[in-house]
């Protein structure tokens, strides 16, 4: 398939990459690089991981341009990747760098409803894509260090994007909601944003079905409610499924609007969550199975292009979000998604897909894949 062919290539040039900050979307790629190891056991996808890491956490645990006190959600998915070499290495740096992340959770400010703000610079809100931001690792973290009191936190904010962002006749989520009904952005009367954008979606699926594999199979209550939530959200999407290409749309459900596109990077997170879903049996083969598939198939004859003789991953929106007050363009609006640039390779749209790739791959060996076995150790001690 073309897609190990341009995952290798691309790994091999993000190996060089060096920014200035600790981020989520080099950290799609890493988590991308731990789900392709877990499927195929290549060290050159762990080796990608620890190059990375390395060049950013220190001998005690910093975590070089990472600022807990900016209470950013979106700097938490990167340490995902911290479990995998602490478990693997057993060095103390991962292990404080795990620490620092956690600690951030655990100050974060939240809505009176307890849900994590998205950032500190986004008050009161609760964003969808903040659910795969945080809930994976705060889960992770539960169960391999804490007292799993906070499986109960984490799906009450499930329950709280359920009944805050659901649309019932649409039977999808909105973008983002406002508690205080305040930002320029959201409805007066409900706090809800105007649209549903697709990516958010993806990163809800993902959420759903990451923390299902990680919660213990004993937590059998919040496992069925991450079910039947996760297969409510693909029912949904499934019916705004493109029928000629298998992809979805930049906004979802506006099909025909003049300047939507089909979008790769959601596209492929849906793909993620189904097949996903069908491994660990919450979704039925037989019905789902095909759809994920038909998303993969679509992004290998549609969205890979050759330009310069170097292949290419195209139709990515580079980014969108809600304000903050201050950026009044970003204000939800028709107009505001579609026009947000569209490149190829970025990070969101190559990290998904390496997962996706890894979901398919664990698929084809026809027998369940153990989740990693992480040890319990006793709660940290450590000062900060």
Known sequence: MVFERYIKNYIKEFNDLDREVWNYEDGCILIGAEKLFHATGESFYYDCIRNYVDRYVDEDGNIKGYEREEYNIDRIPSGLVLFLLYEKSGEIKYRKAIEALRLQLK???RTKSGSFWHKKIYPNQIW????????????????????????????MQFNNARNTLF????????????????????????????????????????????????????????????????????????????????LFYQLTALKDVKGNYLET????????????????????????????EEILIGVETRMFQQ???????????????????????RDGSVEYYLKEEVVADEQKGV??????????????????????????????????
């Open 167 to 246: 649309d019932e006749g649409k039977k999808l989520y909105y973008h983002g909601w406002d508690e205080a009904k305040e930002i320029f952005w959201a409805d007066k009367e409900t706090g809800l944003s105007k649209n549903f954008w697709s990516r958010a979606l993806g990163w809800y699926l993902m959420a759903l079905i990451d923390c299902y594999e990680i919660l213990p199979e004993e937590e059998t209550k919040h496992r069925n409610r991450l079910g039947e939530l996760l297969k409510e959200a693909v029912d949904g999407l499934l019916l705004y499924q493109d029928k000629e290409s298998g």
């Open 107 to 109: 100050h974060h400010p």
């Open 128 to 155: 969808l894509d903040g659910l795969y931001m945080g809930m994976p690792y705060y889960l992770t973290y539960e169960k391999m260090f804490g007292t799993r009191d906070a499986y109960d936190d984490v799906m």
């Open 265 to 292: 990077s959601s596209s492929i997170m849906f793909a993620y969550g189904i097949l996903k879903g069908v491994r660990l049996g919450v979704l039925e083969e037989a019905k789902y199975r095909g759809r994920g």
């Open 351 to 384: 990290g998904v897909m390496m997962m996706a790739f890894g979901e398919w791959l664990q698929l084809l060996k026809n027998k369940p894949v153990e989740p990693t076995n992480y040890p319990r150790v006793e709660i940290w001690n450590g000062q900060y």
């Open 307 to 329: 330009y310069e003789g170097k292949i290419q991953l195209t139709g990515i929106c580079k980014g969108a979000g809600l304000g903050p007050a201050d950026n009044l363009f």
